[in-house]
């Protein structure tokens, strides 16, 4: 059985939603799951993060952007600004002292953003794990490689309905997600969290191509940064093996994020 979630209110006048969350209490360090381009807190490795933290005893915390799972809002309404407003909310609220951010796919991205508000906060994360990471997706992984009708759908008609390969409905891409993106691109310079950062990436995901989590790695710090290779991975590293893996090198960061506090 899960267990009902918790909401907390993000967001001003028009602008506010209820966030869904979910927490086990447990150690510090917590860990806290970010989910990515439509999923939940609800889907397989958020699931098995919390099955792993109940054996450890460890604090863990998931929670759904806006227009996501069982958090209010439509998708198309929101971006990747509301999106890591939704996760600082949670953070600041129930993360605890130097949390360890696991981020996947679109999550990654939102975790190197949160990491810099949460710096500016005096409350830098401890360790982060990075599943596929996306970061400026909106930019690199969609708008660079959209059919130019999809661009002219986006600019002239406000929204793209791109074909999904993990749903029946299609994805809405509105010209507000891909003008917002924009705002918070990291892959033009140095990207410096704070903390030591361990990527996961498969090599057969056609997603978030292993290039892309390259380039990622390498605009990390050379000291604390590290990166494994899943060769038949795909991107959703949902595999028995997969899962075991996750586990472990989370359960490793949360490690070195008690040692450094």
């Known amino acids: 059985m899960v267990s009902a ?22 150690a510090a360090p ?14 397989t490795k958020a699931t098995a993060l919390d099955g792993a933290a109940a054996a450890s005893g460890a604090a863990y915390l998931r929670f759904d952007y806006g227009g996501h799972g069982e958090s209010g809002g439509r998708f ?16 600041s609220r129930h993360a605890g002292p130097r949390p360890v951010l696991v981020g996947s796919s679109m999550g990654g991205w939102i975790a190197l953003l949160a990491a810099r508000e949460m710096a500016k906060a005096g409350n ?5 794990t990075l599943v596929a990471p996306a970061a400026d997706f909106t930019r690199r992984l969609m708008w660079e490689s959209m059919p130019e009708e999809a661009r002219a759908a986006v600019m002239n008609e406000g929204v793209w309905l791109r074909p999904s390969g993990y749903s029946d409905e299609p994805y809405p891409i509105t010209r507000r997600l891909i003008e917002d993106g924009d705002r918070h691109l990291l892959l033009d310079g140095p990207i410096d969290p704070g903390c030591p950062v361990h990527i996961l990436q498969g090599m057969q995901d056609p997603d978030v191509p292993w290039t892309h ?17 899943i060769r038949d991975g795909d991107h959703r590293l949902s595999r028995p093996q997969d899962i075991a893996l996750l586990a472990r090198v989370v359960e490793a960061m949360r490690a070195v994020a008690a040692g450094a506090g």
């Open 76 to 91: 198309e309404d929101f971006c990747i600004s509301t999106w890591l407003e939704d996760a600082l909310a949670v953070i």
């Open 124 to 128: 830098p994360p401890g360790a982060m």
């Open 213 to 229: 989590a390259r380039r990622v790695f390498e605009a990390l710090p050379a000291a604390g940064a590290s990166i494994t290779y």
């Open 5 to 26: 979630p918790e909401f907390l209110e993000v967001g001003e006048g028009g602008a506010r939603r209820r966030i869904a969350f979910r927490r086990r209490v447990g």
């Open 30 to 43: 917590a860990v806290v799951w970010l989910g990515g381009f439509r999923s939940d807190m609800l889907a």
